[in-house]
């Protein structure tokens, strides 16, 4: 069957290269609005369908299958555990959030074929790194060779987003302005309280972990793409890298796409909060773009208190209490001086309504807050976490507010 290329611009879908099925696409678009046109990956757990206890050894046919069925938007991570997705390029929010749907039902129809369930969280509850085995593929043993078992233990899943700026070249002061802000994407994202099956105490501990790779962390106070390419430079020559891919900052400019690329949130179990988030990193974007001089307000003093504030956001999540020169400043403070800031920005990439969404992330807690309510609720039964993150990857989208909470303004 041959679909009319008119047809499928207005029904917002593509063909896959082999024509064979549909693609869920953003409109064509143009103007002010594509110039910051954004995407987002996703990374999942694989998990036996019965018992979700992360699964161990994945075939390649289900990789295959997932790849074809999602018309080349999915496949495999460093290690055999874990399945990545990555949308389209987007104009329109409501296609972004569309399509991660897609792409959720999708790769969890594969899945359940081989008798998996995916699972999105930033670590799995019951996961025993030592158990791990790297993907099938040159580059992940390469990687797993040289990490050893700081590598294996890279039993964690992170939300990607790439917002494309008007001039590339400016990614760079863009990135500096951005740092302090970096930690407010780590507390609405956290979905990562639990570690080999122990309450870790944190929130979001998957960056915790993370941060024994090397080249993690909050970039450098790089302000020009000339230092930055010295730096790669550097490590390239030193035999240290191949290629700045292997630099895996908390965001970095993308080796492969003329973006700034967000790298710190967990992955979120709700699709919601991950159109939010993303929104809301692709609003600032576009808020600092404009406002070039604000990257030379970011001083070392900034850079310092905002690693400050990275840790703070994976303790305590949405009840974090961020640190500033003048004072302690609350989430939801904090949460809304950028809403006011960038209150243009939303209006000019219509994404008003999930920007306000970030407010209900903090008022009902991001996912952390529902799995260690799962745990408390089910006797402290961890199964109960797995299998609540398990059917809200899918199904949750609405979830309620935590008791006690005060409704979002």
């Known amino acids: 069957m041959t679909i009319a290329s008119d047809v499928l611009k207005l029904l917002r879908v593509d063909s896959s290269d082999d024509r064979q099925h549909l693609v869920i696409r953003s409109a064509g678009g143009g103007g002010k609005a594509a110039e910051y046109s954004f995407g987002i990956e996703e990374e999942y757990f694989l998990a036996d369908r019965r018992t979700f206890e992360v699964a161990i050894e994945t075939p390649n046919a289900l990789f295959e299958s997932a790849n074809w069925s999602t018309g080349g938007q999915a496949m495999r991570e460093m290690l055999q555990s874990q399945l990545e997705v990555a949308t389209n390029v987007h104009v329109d929010v409501n296609d972004a959030r569309e399509e991660l749907r897609f792409l959720r039902r999708e790769v969890a129809n594969v899945a359940a074929q081989y008798g998996f369930a995916i699972m999105a969280c930033g670590t799995h509850p019951t996961a025993v790194w030592r158990m ?152 600032l974007t576009r808020h600092l773009y ?87 609720d089910n006797g402290e039964d961890i199964t109960a976490v797995s299998r609540w993150i398990a059917t809200s990857t899918i199904s949750g989208t609405n979830a309620p507010m935590r008791p006690g909470a005060p409704a979002p303004s």
């Open 290 to 376: 404009l406002r070039p001089h604000l990257s030379k307000e970011v001083t070392v003093v900034e850079r310092a208190i905002a690693v400050e504030n990275k840790w703070r956001a994976q303790r305590y999540g949405t009840d974090c209490i961020f640190a500033s020169k003048d004072g302690p400043v609350t989430i939801a403070e904090l949460l809304s001086r950028v809403i006011e800031d960038t209150a243009e920005d939303a209006a000019a990439l219509d994404c008003a309504a999930e920007i306000e969404h970030c407010r209900t992330i903090v008022a009902r807690g991001s996912s952390a807050e529902f799995q260690l309510r799962a745990y408390r």
């Open 132 to 283: 791990s085995q790297p993907s099938p593929k040159p580059r992940y043993e390469e990687m797993i060779e040289d990490l050893r078992s700081i590598g294996h233990r890279n039993m964690m899943c992170g939300m990607h987003v790439h917002v494309q700026l008007p001039d590339p070249e400016k990614r760079m002061a863009v990135m500096r302005a951005m740092l302090p802000h970096l930690p407010l994407f780590i507390a609405l994202s956290a979905s990562s309280p639990f570690w080999n099956s122990h309450k870790t105490g944190l929130k979001g501990y998957r960056l915790a972990a993370y941060s024994e790779l090397p080249r993690t962390g909050l970039p450098e106070l790089f302000e020009t793409r000339h230092d930055y390419d010295e730096y790669v430079g550097a490590l390239q020559r030193s035999g240290v890298i191949p290629d700045e891919s292997h630099i895996w900052w908390a965001m970095r400019p993308s080796m492969k796409h003329p973006t700034l690329e967000l790298r710190a949130p967990d992955t979120c179990t709700f699709v919601d909060d991950a159109v939010a988030i993303a929104s809301l990193y692709r609003c």
